[in-house]
């Protein structure tokens, strides 16, 4: 399975990015041997299921991202990560219509998103003995939890959903400041509005293509 997965990310991302020599550093100092800290912005492309009303089934469309990126080192090989962004999501949503029935349109949406990641960068150490680290690069394992929000101009009310995604991804940097990454994940989400309480958990899952600039 882990196999499969490694290649179809890499396949995937090939459509997005031509294939660049990694970047190489001549520092293997085993004092040094651990991941760093660093800010940027960061963008990205992701299906996206919305969520605009809890009693229908899931639909999927595309999110475009932009945000900010913090990676703070904790340990050798973990960082956490605090990010702030916003997702322009077009596809299926739910419209009320004259008549006060529902139905699916294709509209764009903004949501804005605030998380936290725990990151746990398991190669890290392999990669850096042979020139590779820069950047944190390698593969990874995190524990993403984001909270969104949203308004749906129908109900005219604020949704805020709750998520926790479990998460596999790469990382390979492209130059001393640029990095592209994959991950994909599977959790769970809590739906949350005006009118409701927390909601049982729903199966969430999701693959991220991103590419971040470091300051």
Same mark, same amino acid.
């Given at each position: 399975?882990?196999?499969?997965?490694?290649?179809?990310?890499?396949?995937?991302?090939?459509?997005?990015?031509?294939?660049?020599? %990694?970047?190489?550093?001549?520092?293997? &100092?085993?004092?040094?041997? $651990?991941?760093?800290?660093?800010?940027?912005?960061?963008?990205?492309?992701?299906?996206?299921?919305?969520?605009?009303?809890?009693?229908?089934? &899931?639909?999927?469309?595309?999110?475009?991202?932009?945000?900010?990126?913090? %990676?703070?080192?904790?340990? $050798?090989? #973990?960082?956490?990560?605090?990010?702030?962004?916003?997702?322009?999501?077009?596809?299926?949503?739910?419209?009320?219509?004259?008549?006060?029935?529902? %139905?699916?349109?294709?509209?764009?949406?903004?949501?804005?998103?605030? *998380?936290?990641?725990?990151?746990?960068?398991?190669?890290?150490?392999?990669?850096?003995?042979?020139?590779?680290? *820069?950047?944190?690069?390698g593969w990874f394992l995190g524990m993403p939890l984001s909270m969104e @929000?949203?308004?749906?101009?129908?109900?005219?009310?604020?949704?805020?959903? @709750? =998520?926790?995604?479990?998460? #596999?991804?790469? =990382?390979?940097?492209?130059?001393? =400041?640029?990095?592209? %990454?994959?991950?994909?994940?599977?959790?769970?989400? #809590?739906?949350?509005?005006?009118?409701?309480? @927390?909601?049982?958990?729903?199966?969430?899952?999701?693959?991220?293509?991103?590419?971040?600039?470091?300051?």
């Amino acid at each position: 399975m882990k196999h499969f997965f490694a290649t179809f990310f890499l396949v995937l991302f090939s459509t997005l990015v031509c294939a660049q020599k %990694e970047v190489y550093f001549e520092s293997i &100092d085993s004092a040094h041997m $651990k991941v760093r800290s660093f800010h940027g912005v960061e963008m990205g492309l992701l299906p996206y299921k919305t969520r605009m009303d809890p009693f229908q089934l &899931d639909k999927f469309s595309l999110s475009g991202y932009i945000g900010y990126a913090y %990676e703070k080192a904790v340990a $050798k090989t #973990w960082t956490l990560r605090l990010t702030a962004g916003l997702h322009t999501v077009y596809g299926d949503n739910i419209r009320i219509t004259p008549s006060n029935q529902g %139905e699916w349109v294709k509209q764009t949406d903004l949501i804005g998103q605030v *998380g936290v990641e725990p990151r746990w960068h398991y190669t890290f150490k392999q990669r850096y003995a042979s020139g590779r680290g *820069g950047l944190n690069a390698g593969w990874f394992l995190g524990m993403p939890l984001s909270m969104e @929000l949203s308004y749906n101009r129908d109900y005219a009310v604020y949704n805020k959903t @709750l =998520r926790l995604l479990p998460t #596999w991804g790469y =990382r390979s940097s492209l130059t001393p =400041r640029l990095y592209w %990454e994959c991950a994909a994940g599977v959790g769970g989400y #809590w739906y949350l509005s005006q009118y409701t309480n @927390l909601m049982a958990p729903q199966l969430d899952y999701s693959l991220r293509l991103g590419l971040t600039h470091t300051f």
